[in-house]
Every structure is written in C-alpha cells, then in structure tokens.
C-alpha cells in the first residue's frame, strides 16, 4: 500500500504543477481574462486542482487510518462534492458559450461580456452546491447530535451509509449527468446545421467549434466515469479486500487524477493563442510552432518569438 501512496502522490505534484503551469499562463495575458470561454477554462484548472488537493489528503488519511473531528471532515465533504461538479457543470457552459458564438454571433459579445461571466460563474457553483447540500441534509436529519464531536475515520462514503441515502444519491448525480448530456447533444446539432450551411472561413470555424464541443462531452463523460466507481468498489469490498484496496487506487489515478489534469491540458494546446502564450512560459518544450494564418499560410514562429 506504501508504495501505491508514493505513486500517487508522485502523479498528484506533477498533475498540480501542470495544472498551476495553465493558471500562470491564463494570467499572463489580457485576452485570456476578459474572455468567457478562457475564464471558464480557469475555473475548471481551479476546481480540479481543489479537487486534486482535497482528494489527496483525505487519500493519505484514509490510508493510514487517521482520525479526525467529523465537523472537519464535512467541510472536506462540502469541498470535494462541489468540485466533483463545478467542472462539468462548468464545461456545459463553455459547450453553450460555442453555440452562442456560432449560432447567435451578433448576440455573442452581449451574452458572453465579462459581466455575464462572472452572473455564469455564480450560477455554475449554485447548481454545484445543490447535491452537496441535498446529501448533508438527508444525512443531517438522521445523524445523532453527538456523531459532529467524535474523532473519525473520513471516507467520504459515511455520508451515505444507508441504502435511501444512496438512492437519493444515485438519483441526483443522474439527474445532472443526463441534463449535462442532453445539453451538450443538443449544442452539438445546432453546431452541426449551422455547419452545412456554412461556407468558407465560417464554415471551418463552425467545424472548429464542433470539435471544441465534442471535446467537452468528452471531459464531462470522464468527469461522471468517477461517479460510477463506488459502485464497483462496493462490489469489490463483498469479494476480497486487497482487490478492493489495488482498484480503489487504480480508479482514483485513471478516473480522477488523469482526467482532472489531461482534459484541460489538451483543451489548452487545442488553443492557437493559449498555446503561444504557454510557450513563451516553457520556452525548452517548444521549438517551433506552426500556426497557419488568415491567408492560408503557415508561418513558422520561433521560440524567440513574442507574442503581439
């Protein structure tokens, strides 16, 4: 077990440092601050390096059985749930932002402006705190008073150790997933029949911005594969405890680590000008970028470049 915990924390200070690497880089230029689908992009490297953080000292605790005041361990609740879901929560809304910008571009500067961002952001982690709210207060009603004083073990299954609790569990998490999906399938047909009516440069955007969304679905569908893991660990845990201990691990770096730092990764190269920016950041990873222009041709910018 010893070494499986090095392992992971190995993974989680290189997936944190690749994550903190995209938040300078965010920082770094205007455009990318005052701009809806960049802002949104930094609250997901925000919440899933939270997420990271959080999982990870609860990870080591667990391991070797360190107790402490359950009050603490609900507020190490309330913070891993939100994160669970500001991402993809956060992800339908950068879908919806693509949609908005191919569909309705004359509307786009209105609806996307800094001021509307910051009214999404709010509105993101509203949504995000309904099931946490929802699960403590199930769990909150049927708790003794004197389960908040004792010094516990804190996995985060405690808070639904009955099988109603699950349930209502189960049921939200679906919820969200189905209204996530269904949100990004719709944005994705709408792209697509701009897209064959599309012609020239608009139409190579329009493509753009359907790659950009299916990359979304994506990321969302990796986020909600960790919502399926209990399931499996709980199955496991009735066969043998080893099994259970390995897969348990196994889940947490392929469905939470890898996902939590990977997706936002390639979604940032994906992006010519966060790109440049991030080269200019890590100037020995990047010899030379291609970046084809307006005209149609590709030009090649060096290292030594610097951006306009």
Not at 22 to 28: A, D, P
């Amino acid at each position: 077990m010893n070494g499986l915990v090095i392992i992971v924390q190995i993974l989680v200070v290189i997936f944190l440092c690749v994550n903190m690497l995209l938040i300078v880089t965010f920082f770094s230029k205007e455009v990318f601050y005052t701009t809806m689908r960049y802002i949104l992009f930094a609250v997901t490297l925000l919440s899933d390096s939270l997420m990271l953080f959080v999982s990870d000292i609860l990870l080591i605790l667990s391991s070797y059985r360190v107790t402490m005041q359950f009050g603490l361990c609900i507020i190490f609740y309330i913070l891993s749930v939100i994160c669970i879901f500001v991402t993809p929560v956060t992800l339908t809304a950068m879908a919806l932002e693509r949609y908005v910008a191919i569909c309705m571009p004359l509307r786009h500067a209105q609806l996307c402006s800094t001021r509307s961002t910051m009214h999404c952001i709010l509105i993101i982690h509203s949504l995000s705190s309904v099931p946490c709210i929802v699960i403590l207060s199930v769990f909150c009603a049927s708790a003794s008073k004197s389960l908040y004083t004792q010094y516990k073990i804190c996995p985060m299954e405690i808070f639904v150790s009955l099988r109603w609790q699950n349930n209502i569990k189960t049921a939200i998490y679906q919820l969200y997933f189905l209204i996530m999906s269904i949100t990004i399938i719709l944005s994705y047909v709408k792209i697509m029949k701009v897209a064959k009516a599309a012609s020239g440069e608009n139409k190579k955007s329009t493509r753009k911005g359907l790659r950009t969304v299916i990359l979304h679905g994506f990321q969302v569908f990796l986020c909600l594969v960790q919502l399926w893991c209990p399931f499996i660990e709980v199955a496991l845990f009735q066969i043998d405890l080893m099994l259970y201990v390995n897969v348990r691990y196994f889940n947490y770096i392929t469905f939470i680590l890898a996902p939590r730092c990977l997706s936002p990764l390639i979604y940032g190269l994906r992006d010519e000008k966060f790109l440049l920016a991030l080269k200019h950041k890590v100037p020995f990873g990047f010899h030379c970028v291609k970046i084809k222009a307006r005209t149609g041709f590709v030009r090649q910018v060096g290292c030594r470049d610097r951006l306009p």
